[in-house]
């Protein structure tokens, strides 16, 4: 008797360790398949997984006047150009290393470098650290695109 409850709590902690492993692993993979930007996906066509059946929501577009124009011609214009303000949707942790996902760019990593383009300029920022808290940001360049 005391071998079978032995063994069921032996698979027990098997089954959970097996949990967190798939986990971490199926984050991984969505921090690949995501990539720097969801820009680079055709389309955009991400789907919200608590969407009602046959939902599509609808596309708006979004107003660029407000956006001002850089008069500089250089290419880096990192002085020069209005910085959007990145928005952080959530921070998750796989033991002691941190995740964010950040509005517009997807899921990011510390020492990532990432980019977001308005109107025709790309602006790139370095994760420089994500804590339970909050994600600090370098803002490295902001290149105008022809």
């Known amino acids: 008797m005391n071998n079978s409850f032995a063994i069921v709590n032996i698979l027990k902690k098997a ?11 199926l984050l991984h993979i ?4 995501y990539g720097q930007t969801n820009e ?13 059946p046959n939902y599509t929501p609808v596309l708006t577009q979004k107003d660029e006047s407000d ?3 850089p008069s500089v011609q250089d290419e880096n214009l990192i002085g020069a ?4 303000t990145l928005k952080v949707k959530g921070i998750t ?16 990593e510390e ?10 300029t790309i ?9 339970s808290k909050n994600v600090d940001f370098k803002q490295l360049e902001a290149k105008q695109v022809k």
């Open 123 to 131: 602006f790139s920022w370095q994760v420089l650290k994500i804590t």
């Open 81 to 84: 150009a209005k910085w959007p």
């Open 40 to 52: 680079d996906i055709p389309g955009n066509n991400l789907r919200d997984p608590f969407w009602p």
């Open 67 to 69: 956006i001002e124009e």
């Open 93 to 108: 942790a796989i033991g002691n290393k941190y995740s964010a996902i950040v509005d517009g760019i997807g899921i990011i």
């Open 15 to 25: 089954i959970k360790h097996s949990v967190i492993i798939i986990s971490a692993l």
């Open 111 to 120: 020492g990532k470098i990432i980019s977001l383009k308005r109107g025709n």
């Open 30 to 33: 969505a921090i690949d398949t």
